[in-house]
């Protein structure tokens, strides 16, 4: 795994999370910037999805190895998801969603980096 991809992930993360409360605090749907913002963390963790499957035999433990697969596979799905949901669902609950999944998005990528950092 790359640090700063993962910092950058996280990041965006954060940003994501912080938007969506915000908009949800004011009752405002999805709009096309937090879509964008969306899509940008979608992008990393697709980049950080190739990445992280191209040098799996780093991690040794088997168990860890199947969790950071399970992680890496399940996290660019999570946006696309909450996104989704946000965009059918028109109350300040889908900006509940979002903000949950990214949440759920940044602890996950900390988990990634802790257990590749920790076999490496």
């Given at each position: 795994m790359v640090e700063p991809l993962t910092i950058a992930v996280i990041g965006l993360s954060v940003l994501?999370?912080?938007?969506?409360?915000?908009?949800?605090?004011?009752d405002r749907l999805i709009d096309d910037w937090?879509?964008?913002?969306?899509?940008?963390?979608?992008?990393?963790?697709?980049?950080?999805?190739v990445v992280g499957l191209s040098d799996l035999g780093h991690i040794g433990d088997s168990t860890e190895r199947a969790t950071f697969i399970a992680?890496?596979?399940?996290?660019?799905?999570?946006?696309?998801?909450?996104?989704?949901?946000?965009?059918?669902?028109?109350?300040r609950w889908a900006m509940g969603s979002i903000a949950?999944?990214?949440?759920?998005?940044?602890?996950?990528t900390a988990r990634l980096l802790q257990i590749w950092t920790s076999h490496g």
């Open positions: 994501l999370l912080v938007v969506a409360v915000g908009y949800a605090a004011r937090l879509l964008a913002v969306a899509g940008l963390l979608e992008l990393s963790l697709l980049v950080t999805l992680y890496l596979v399940s996290l660019p799905v999570i946006p696309v998801g909450t996104a989704f949901l946000a965009i059918k669902e028109k109350s949950v999944g990214a949440f759920a998005v940044a602890v996950m």
